[in-house]
């Protein structure tokens, strides 16, 4: 229906690379998402190479292959999981919250809202 559910925004230090910084968001997300119990899931990312490796198995010999296979262990928890590529103008509400999180030292969540600083993003996304 594209109400907001949950949001949560945490720190992930020292990240080697970009695709571990995705994978690591999307480890988090399917964590949250269990801890509130949902059954369906969509995760967007805009790394091509991570969303093809979620749905088609992985890739084992990088250097977050077991990141992804602990990811496909999560995701047999719930009743539908979608993996998503979207482009990054089309992930401005991630992007925002992936900000956020280098100003705060923990995680931070928000139930059915988004943060104060990424309602803005949100509000035009829902309004087109």
């Known amino acids: 229906m594209g109400l907001v ?10 990240p080697t690379s970009v ?6 968001a999307a480890r988090g997300a399917f964590c ?11 995760v967007e990312g805009d790394s091509e190479v991570i969303i093809k490796a979620l749905n088609n198995g992985g890739l084992p010999s990088s250097s977050f292959g ?6 496909k262990v999560l995701s047999s928890s719930f009743g539908k999981v ?4 979207t482009r990054r ?3 401005r509400v991630a ?7 280098c100003n705060f030292a923990h995680f931070l969540s928000w139930m059915e809202d988004v943060p ?6 949100y509000l035009s996304e829902v309004i087109k």
């Open 5 to 14: 559910m949950a949001a949560f925004t945490q720190p992930i230090p020292l």
């Open 19 to 24: 695709e571990m910084v995705e994978v690591l």
């Open 32 to 42: 949250f998402a269990k801890d509130l119990s949902f059954n369906k899931i969509i």
């Open 66 to 71: 077991l990141i992804l296979k602990d990811i």
């Open 82 to 85: 979608l993996f998503s590529h």
């Open 89 to 91: 103008q089309g992930n």
């Open 95 to 101: 992007h925002g919250l992936a900000r956020m999180a």
């Open 116 to 121: 104060p600083g990424v309602k803005e993003v």
